[in-house]
Nanobody, 123 residues
Framework: QVQLVESGGGLVQAGGSLRLSCAASERAFSNYAMGWFRQAPGKEREFVTTISGAGISTDYIESVRGRFTISRDNAKRTVYLQMNSLKPGDTAVYYC????????????????WGQGTQVTVSS
C-alpha cells in the first residue's frame, strides 16, 4: 500500500504561482509513474500531467503546457507540480496518483491516490 500526501495548495491571484508537493511512503518510489489530476466543482476529474519513474518522460494536458512543470526527486520520494501563470480556470482540488504501469493520461491506470489539495485562483 502506497500512501501519498499532497501539500502546497492555497489561494493565489491570477498570474501567480504555486508549487504542489506529493510525498510517497513507498521506498521503491522510482518504480512508479506519477500523475497529477484535478477536479473542479461540478466537473469530472481530469488529467493534468504525468512523469515516468525515472523522471525522463512527461506529458501535459494542452491547457497547462508551458505554465505547469512536473518533476520528481526519487531520493526524497516526492513529486512536484510547479504552477505558474495561474488562471481562475485552474481552480480545483489537485490529486497526485501513482501507477505501476507506464505513465499514462488514463486515471484507471493509477492505483494509489492522495487525499487532494485545494488550489483556488482568484481573478
Amino acid at each position: 500500500q502506497v500512501q501519498l500526501v499532497e501539500s502546497g495548495g492555497g489561494l493565489v491571484q491570477a498570474g501567480g504561482s504555486l508549487r504542489l508537493s506529493c510525498a510517497a511512503s513507498e521506498r521503491a518510489f522510482s518504480n512508479y509513474a506519477m500523475g497529477w489530476f484535478r477536479q473542479a466543482p461540478g466537473k469530472e476529474r481530469e488529467f493534468v500531467t504525468t512523469i515516468s519513474g525515472a523522471g525522463i518522460s512527461t506529458d501535459y494536458i494542452e491547457s497547462v503546457r508551458g505554465r505547469f512543470t512536473i518533476s520528481r526527486d526519487n531520493a526524497k520520494r516526492t513529486v512536484y507540480l510547479q504552477m505558474n501563470s495561474l488562471k481562475p480556470g485552474d481552480t480545483a482540488v489537485y490529486y497526485c496518483a501513482a501507477s505501476t504501469i507506464r505513465y499514462s493520461r488514463d486515471e484507471y491506470k493509477y492505483t494509489y491516490w492522495g487525499q487532494g489539495t485545494q488550489v483556488t485562483v482568484s481573478s
